[in-house]
């Protein structure tokens, strides 16, 4: 396998096998529905995507969402307030290289690293 990474994070590359896999949407293409292979086995990342996607197919928007499936969205997937989120995103300056649009809110914060607890 090449690419520039250590051994140690070549190894369980490595041993992957396909049901270690799973596809996923694009973190950078999220609006558009774009796919990528990801590890699986033994990171919550995919079952996460999987929850966004849904989410964002569901509901016109996220103030759309019933309350208790956006606080359970919040506590379980992105583990901080969606409003957190967005403030955090329009700082980095996220909001300038995105796509303006209807629902340019809602794809920027599942691509957004903002505030963690």
């Excluded at 774009?34 to 996220?62: D, E, H, I, K, W």
């Excluded at 919040?74 to 303006?100: K, N």
Aim: net charge positive; proline share 6%; charged share 25%.
């Amino acid at each position: 396998m090449e690419a520039c990474l250590s051994d140690e994070a070549k190894a369980p590359l490595a041993d992957a096998d396909v049901t270690d896999m799973a596809m996923v949407s694009a973190g950078h293409m999220f609006e558009l529905r774009a796919q990528v292979q990801v590890r699986r086995r033994g990171t919550l990342f995919a079952a996460r995507a999987a929850r966004l996607a849904a989410v964002f197919g569901a509901y016109p928007s996220l103030e759309a969402m019933p309350a208790a499936e956006r606080t359970a969205l919040e506590t379980e997937t992105l583990g901080a307030a969606v409003a957190d989120i967005w403030t955090c995103t329009r700082e980095f300056g996220l909001r300038a290289r995105a796509v303006p649009g209807r629902r340019h809110r809602d794809t920027v914060v599942p691509r957004s690293r903002g505030p963690r607890p």
